[in-house]
């Protein structure tokens, strides 16, 4: 029987979920994670982490354990046949990571367990009240019904959420108007079907993914039956497959079948009072771009260390709107990003000019690297606390050892130019000890300024203005606004004994 509260409840084990809990725990929240299956899913949905995962995983010392599970690759797939030159990004890892979905999740469970997080398996959500003090939550587990109290409560269950629709959180977009047929299957004749796109004599067309001992057949599904959610048989996904193609390919195993559609929606809010949404509860898209776990952990690591900070009583719920505000907005570009893969890849002859266009900018030198670093939300850029046009401002800080060892630890980063930075700002940061670690870089290091601040998910959150008031005083009066706006009002001053 697990204890009956708990400071954050995580509703969903998959990469939101977990993430977003080794965050918490790591700030020291009590999180309990309570996920609908027993056991881990037999099939995988996603096969990669791109860049923008990469870094945010560098933040924590955990890029090279996924690093270590697979090949990297300099260039994706695009837009249907183009490429995406991904070497181009100004990132620390520009290539995109191979590595199954189910591999990812394995790992965060591991750090989660490391870490000491609870994971209750076969602990399905099905409703939640909230009252003025937090939030008693309805369970349904193995050994029957539940109720779990909570401070807070996160909604990482995924595209069809839960906590979503139990909270009234409006969910507009577009519904699906294509739909795929998706079969992870062994053929019978393993050269039958060329990797890559094969056109059918008929208009239709499948495209074929090399996997581990199988391969991924994706062909449209002109007629979808009404109920969507109907399962897939063999006999259904063989007669769409020889329709395509206009010939028939026998297939000698099936490991999963599903059907998916290009529906495009984002949560109106990511936060209504107690709850907050985190990953495909928050957004869902069409799987263009390969970019739906990526954009879950990104949320997770935005809110993980406000959220901790929230529910510790240090910041004020204020912080809390800055995680709608900067994830809202990225979910919004996402979006946008998907379904114009999506529609470019769909749409046949007519767009074909537009495909060639966009795959030359998408490999030509001067474009290449925006393109890459947009689909891939490398060049992500927040709304900086005080704006004054330093390139770095709400950026995620460059990797190349700058960042030192507190933002493993999940705390955020005063790095001060040694020579450069008045002894003010560093005094004044003393009263956000154990929230962020002040170190000293070489001088210079810093172009143009004398202090950066950095957010527990690297993200620049501050710069100071040299010459922006006159003094010590006015360099210490700045730093800790800045410090003030992100982690809190600075601790009490210890009471003389
Ligand atoms: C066919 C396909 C291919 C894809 N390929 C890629 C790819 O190559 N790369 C990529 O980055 N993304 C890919 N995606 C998208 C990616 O799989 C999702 O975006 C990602 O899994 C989202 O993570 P999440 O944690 O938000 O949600 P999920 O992974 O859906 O996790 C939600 C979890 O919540 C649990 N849950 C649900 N309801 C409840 C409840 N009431 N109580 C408790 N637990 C609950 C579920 O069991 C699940 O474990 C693909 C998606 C599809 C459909």
């Avoid at 959500?125 to 008693?136: A, C, K, M, S, W």
């Avoid at 996997?211 to 979808?224: H, I, K, S």
């Avoid at 995680?323 to 979910?331: D, I, P, Q």
């Amino acid at each position: 029987m697990p204890d009956a509260h708990t400071d954050v409840l995580v509703a969903g084990a998959g990469p939101a979920g977990l993430t977003l809990a080794c965050e918490l725990v790591l700030a020291g929240v009590r999180t309990t994670v309570l996920e609908r299956d027993p056991a881990p899913p037999g099939f995988c949905r996603g096969f990669n982490l791109n860049a923008r995962s990469l870094d945010l995983l560098e933040h924590r010392g955990l890029a090279d354990r996924f690093l270590a599970e697979g090949p990297t690759l300099p260039a994706t797939a695009f837009v249907g046949t183009a490429a995406l030159d991904l070497a181009a990004m100004r990132t620390r890892h520009p290539y995109v990571l191979g590595i199954a979905q189910t591999r990812v999740e394995e790992l965060l469970a591991e750090r989660a367990e490391e870490l000491g997080v609870r994971i209750l398996r076969g602990h399905r959500l099905t409703g939640f009240r909230e009252d003025g003090e937090g939030i008693t939550a309805d369970v349904t587990a193995p050994d029957g019904p539940l109720r779990l109290r909570c401070d807070w409560l996160a909604g990482c269950d995924g595209g069809r959420s839960t906590v979503r629709k139990a909270a009234g959180i409006a969910f507009p977009g577009t519904p699906a108007r294509r739909f795929a047929l998706l079969g992870d299957v062994v053929l019978a004749d393993p050269g039958a079907l060329p990797l890559g796109t094969t056109a059918g004599p008929g208009g239709g067309s499948v495209f074929t993914i090399p996997r581990p001992g199988y391969v991924r057949l994706v062909t449209a599904e002109p007629d979808p039956p009404e109920d969507r959610d109907e399962p897939v048989t063999p006999d259904r996904f063989q007669e769409v497959l020889d329709r395509a193609l206009g010939r028939r390919v026998e297939i000698a195993e099936v490991r999963w079948l599903t059907r998916f559609g290009d529906a495009a929606r984002l949560a109106e809010r990511l936060r209504a009072g107690r709850v907050l949404l985190v990953g495909d509860a928050a957004h869902i898209h069409p799987p263009a771009g390969a970019v739906g776990v990526n954009a879950a952990i990104d949320d997770a690591m935005n809110l993980g260390w406000k959220l901790a900070l929230v529910a510790r009583g240090l910041a004020p719920e204020r912080l809390l709107e800055s995680y709608h505000t900067e994830r809202h907005a990225a979910g919004a570009r996402l979006l946008r990003d998907t379904r114009a893969q999506a529609l470019l890849a769909a749409e046949g002859e007519r767009l074909a000019p537009v495909r060639d266009l966009l795959g030359e900018l998408a490999t030509a030198e001067g474009t290449a690297g925006h393109v890459a670093e947009t689909i891939t939300g490398v060049n992500t850029r927040y709304p900086a606390h005080d704006e004054h046009g330093h390139p770095w401002e709400g950026r995620m800080i460059p990797g190349d050892g700058l960042l030192p060892a507190p933002a493993r630890t999940g705390g955020g980063a005063l790095l001060l130019d040694e020579a450069a930075a008045p002894a003010a700002v560093r005094e004044a940061a003393a009263s956000w000890n154990g929230r962020v670690t002040v170190t000293a870089v070489p001088s210079g290091r810093l172009p143009g300024t004398y202090a950066v601040l950095v957010r527990p998910d690297g993200h620049v959150g501050w710069v100071a203005r040299p010459g922006a008031g006159a003094g010590a005083e006015a360099a210490g009066g700045a730093v800790r606004s800045a410090l003030e706006w992100w982690f809190g009002p600075p601790a009490p001053l210890p009471v003389a004994g």
